[in-house]
């Protein structure tokens, strides 16, 4: 009686070459999901910083989550948030000429430093910072 033909064995894989797919695998996973994070997270304070009238009803939601508030203390700290918000928006317009002037002296400090070239690629990125962080405090 002759034998049958045994299949051939599956080439065994190396154990180290599943571990560093694994690794790689994982590590693209919270390069990714960390990547994720940091531009909703970048989306939401441009968000904040230009829209500041909206805050007050974000921040009264999240607190009205977070403490169980009832309705009519949601609408009670709402007011309150809206109330002081304006407050700090007048602080702002009384103190943002110092800031403005402030940043200018770091605009023109750096820009001495530097060669033309240097300095017109320095004077569009600040301005572009300014505009994207520093937007002009909205009006009373």
Do not use: Y
């Not at 154990?15 to 989306?43: D, E, H, K, P, Q």
């Not at 805050?55 to 809206?82: C, G, K």
């Not at 700090?88 to 060669?115: C, G, Y």
Request: a positive charge; charged letters at 25%; glycine letters at 2%.
């Amino acid at each position: 009686m002759s034998a049958l033909p045994r299949p051939a064995a599956p080439p065994r894989r190396r154990a180290w070459v599943r571990l560093l797919l694994s690794l790689a695998i994982f590590v693209s996973g919270v390069v990714v999901g960390a990547g994720g994070t940091l531009i909703v997270v970048r989306n939401r304070v441009l968000h904040a910083v230009h829209h500041p009238e909206d805050m007050p009803a974000v921040i009264a939601a999240r607190l009205r989550r977070t403490l169980s508030l009832r309705d009519d203390q949601a609408q009670q700290v709402e007011q309150i948030l809206r109330q002081r918000q304006l407050a700090l928006q007048e602080i702002r317009r009384r103190f943002q000429p110092q800031v403005e002037t402030e940043l200018d002296a770091v605009e023109a400090q750096i820009s001495a430093v530097l060669d033309e070239t240097q300095r017109v690629r320095w004077q569009k990125h600040f301005e572009h910072l300014r505009r994207t962080w520093m937007p002009a405090p909205p009006a009373p």
